[in-house]
């Protein structure tokens, strides 16, 4: 029976944790309907994996959350370290003679009321986020000395824990004070996904300068997305943001950081709160719990710990996370003198172990044509014909060709038992295809692309990559072997792309195939992958003795070879994945016995199935 490949299972089931650095995801409350509560189980992952809620009671218009449903609403989120309440100046009063130290008595009932309203129905509020608001044409600000007698309100009364948070919903000079102001602990940025996209109101200028300023750079930013506000659902829209955000912050010191919150809220009744998941589990869907969730467990893909995010990902509603391959270190650009025609790179550090990978010439005396060839370790799927579904190749460029009519085509190199890079593997400077490789993708690289951005093969290159790496998987005679996959000029070029390598320091920016695959039959025991576990695996066992943990195939245990394994392979001896070849009825040999038949199956006198085992190198 087919399974997914065992990483999908995990991130499929959400059973990821984040490290200490990855970005929070907290969820609105808004119009929350009383079907909610009715329909724990609808949104249960969702409500035991959020960071933090915000509490907003406003009515919903059809069947509302009565007080005891919100109590069970609330008490169904595990995590409760963040819960937020908003704090409108048009909630202090709107009597607009109340300024400073006039409105200190409307502010202390207010406050009073918002945290009382949290006992009542079971939360503690952590955070309060004040705001300005126009009502009826009024214009209701906060002033310097509201806010001071606030927080003093709030340190005097035993609420000293409660944060402040100021929304701001545009990149006034105001709202950059506010944020720089040290009474503020942290900033909510207020806006549709289509304003994040767009920069409207240069809210995503206001991120940047949050995310670098010497005042706030110790401060949460929390980005609250209420609707998308352009063509595609709220949804897509949010997930693009996470994408974009990739970009304009980076990922290690900043999409993986604990100071980025999403926060998806709704302010529409059409807007659905479940299901999380459809598809008996197996699909996200437009909804907010399943948005929420689907920011929760695919963090790997949006904070670029499993390659850089695509718009067509953040589109997808699948749940399964596509697996990476990350080019491995000795990849390199292999060089062939213009002049002489020699080629060199083999063997050579500074070649082989850059954190740059070049396509096209580099140096002018001699002058050298350089392919980029790049090393990936076939993945352990189980024993199974054709495991690749899908497949993509990944670079980063950082420099382009501007001129030459020259484009940089992708093809894939056999696979060798060693990852290391040989000078035979080099080809260039010719549009007649390699006889001695498979051609992926024609003209991946072309002149004037996007530098310091991710490209991407092509349908054509994706369908060409999935027949070449079932072809060099081979049913699982590939398993730990590498396959190489090389850029090479198609013509003579003065110029040159070029890409980080797998040497480079993020991993989000090297080279990788990105893929999703299903596993085979695995038979714990059958360490030579012939579907019988039988004497020829003891021998298997033997030569492996000591070795590290994942050098045997089907090898459940995470230790060094060893007891573990042998009682394993003795506990299943005789079994078989196929009828066929059952040994079901012999008797597990003993150690004196197993030398003989060891011994017997080296001359080939039992045994004529293949013995041979991927290691790792």
Same mark, same amino acid.
């Given at each position: ?353 850059? $954190?740059? &990978? #070049?396509?096209?010439?580099? /140096?002018?005396?001699? *002058?050298? +044509?350089?392919? !980029? @060839? ?45 990852? $290391?890079? &040989? #000078?035979?593997?080099?080809? /260039?400077?010719?549009? *007649?295809? +390699?006889?001695? !490789? @498979? ?47 090389? &850029? #090479? ?62 050098? &045997? ?65």
């Amino acid at each position: 029976m087919k399974k997914l490949a065992s990483f999908a299972v995990i991130m499929f089931l959400g059973h990821w944790t984040p490290s200490s650095q990855a970005y929070q995801v907290w969820m609105g409350t808004h119009l929350m309907q009383s079907s909610v509560a009715t329909n724990l189980d609808d949104w249960a992952m969702t409500a035991s994996l959020l960071d933090g809620v915000m509490i907003n009671r406003a009515p919903h218009d059809t069947n509302p959350a009565s007080n005891a449903e919100w109590r069970t609403i609330l008490g169904q989120v595990s995590d409760t370290r963040n819960t937020m309440a908003p704090f409108a100046r048009s909630q202090v009063t709107r009597n607009t003679n109340l300024v400073n130290e006039l409105a200190f008595g409307a502010i202390d009932a207010e406050l009073q009321r918002v945290i009382g309203l949290g006992n009542s129905l079971g939360y503690e509020v952590d955070h309060l986020m004040f705001h300005d608001t126009r009502v009826d044409d009024n214009l209701y600000s906060w002033t310097q000395t509201e806010a001071q007698h606030m927080r003093e309100w709030l340190d005097t009364n035993g609420h000293e824990d409660i944060n402040l948070i100021w929304n701001a919903r545009n990149n006034s000079q105001a709202n950059r004070d506010w944020a720089a102001n040290p009474l503020v602990d942290h900033v909510l940025i207020e806006g549709s996904a289509g304003d994040f996209l767009t920069n409207a109101n240069s809210k995503t200028t206001l991120l940047n300068w949050l995310w670098t300023s010497p005042n706030t750079v110790g401060k949460d930013v929390i980005l609250q997305i209420p609707r998308s506000e352009n063509a595609m659902t709220q949804y897509a829209a949010t997930r693009r943001v996470a994408v974009k955000l990739g970009q304009e912050l980076g990922f290690e010191n900043g999409v993986q950081s604990e100071r980025l919150v999403f926060l998806p809220v709704t302010y529409d009744d059409n807007y659905a709160y479940l299901p999380e998941t459809t598809s008996n589990g197996a699909s996200y869907t437009n909804s907010l719990s399943s948005l929420a969730l689907s920011l929760l467990e695919q963090r790997p893909l949006f904070e670029g710990r499993s390659g850089v995010p695509t718009n067509a990902l953040a589109d997808s509603f699948v749940r399964e996370l596509p697996l990476s391959l990350l080019s491995s270190v000795p990849d390199g650009s292999l060089r062939s003198d213009k002049t002489t025609g020699e080629v060199s790179g083999q063997g050579l550090g500074f070649v082989i172990n850059s $954190d740059e &990978l #070049n396509v096209g010439q580099s /140096g002018s005396n001699p *002058a050298y +044509d350089r392919a !980029a @060839v790049m090393v990936f370790q076939l993945p352990d799927l189980g024993s199974i014909e054709n495991p690749f579904q899908t497949a993509s190749f990944q670079g980063f460029l950082t420099q382009t060709v501007t001129s030459g009519s020259v484009g940089g085509d992708l093809y894939g190199i056999a696979r060798r038992v060693a990852p $290391d890079i &040989l #000078n035979s593997d080099y080809y /260039g400077q010719t549009d *007649a295809p +390699d006889p001695n !490789a @498979v051609l992926l993708q024609d003209d991946l690289l072309v002149e004037d692309m996007a530098v310091n951005a991710t490209f991407l093969t092509s349908a054509t290159g994706n369908a060409g990559l999935v027949e070449f790496l079932n072809d060099q998987y081979a049913g699982g005679e590939g398993i730990g072997d590498y396959v190489f996959l090389r &850029l #090479n000029t198609d013509a003579n070029t003065t110029q040159r792309w070029s890409l980080n390598s797998g040497d480079a320091s993020d991993d989000a920016l090297k080279p990788q195939l990105i893929y999703r695959a299903i596993e085979g039959q695995f038979l714990h025991g059958d360490y030579n992958r012939d579907g019988v576990v039988d004497a020829a695996d003891y021998t298997v066992w033997r030569d492996h003795l000591g070795a590290p943990a994942g050098t &045997l195939p089907n090898d459940p245990h995470s230790g060094t070879i060893g007891a573990d394994q042998y009682n394993t392979w003795r506990n299943a001896f005789g079994q078989s994945l196929s009828a066929t070849a059952s040994v079901e009825n012999a008797a597990v040999p003993e150690p004196n016995s197993l030398a003989v038949l060891v011994l017997l199956a080296g001359c080939g006198s039992l045994f004529s199935r293949r013995t041979s085992v991927a290691t790792n190198d």
